[in-house]
């Protein structure tokens, strides 16, 4: 059974750090792009940030560049993928979640992606 599970998320005043953690187990995601979202409060899921399969493309939201780095650790059964977040705003405060798809594109359209079903996510709050 496949696991996707989110964390590391919690409440930090703007300027603060987080680094977010996205574990998927039960299947080998080894040669998936992966991809992190957010969805901030009456506002629809937007694509953030998307690593390809070694982690030597990189592609971020223009809101989160410069601040937001994505990386990946691919162990055997388990790809653990990251979120380091810096210099929050509050206008990052919102719910994160990680998918994967078959391509970088597919993560940045947010379309064809690999999870149908979204984890529980992790939450980011950053006061003013």
């Known amino acids: 059974q496949v696991q996707l599970v989110e964390s590391g998320g919690g409440l930090v005043q703007a300027g603060g750090s987080l680094r977010l953690s996205c574990a998927i187990s039960g299947r080998t995601f080894s040669t998936y792009p992966m991809g992190w979202f957010r969805q901030a409060p009456g506002k629809e899921r937007e694509f953030v940030a998307a690593?390809?399969?070694?982690?030597?493309?990189?592609?971020?939201a223009d809101s989160v560049k410069g601040r937001f780095t994505i990386s990946r650790d691919n162990a055997k059964n388990t790809v653990t993928v990251y979120l380091q977040m810096i210099s929050l705003k509050p206008e990052d405060t919102a719910v994160y979640y990680c998918?994967?798809?078959?391509?970088?594109?597919?993560?940045?359209?947010?379309?064809?992606?690999?999870?149908?079903?979204w984890g529980q996510g992790t939450q980011v709050t950053v006061s003013s």
């Open positions: 998918n994967a798809a078959a391509t970088t594109d597919y993560l940045r359209l947010g379309s064809s992606l690999a999870f149908a079903s």
């Open positions: 690593i390809n399969w070694n982690g030597g493309s990189t592609y971020y």
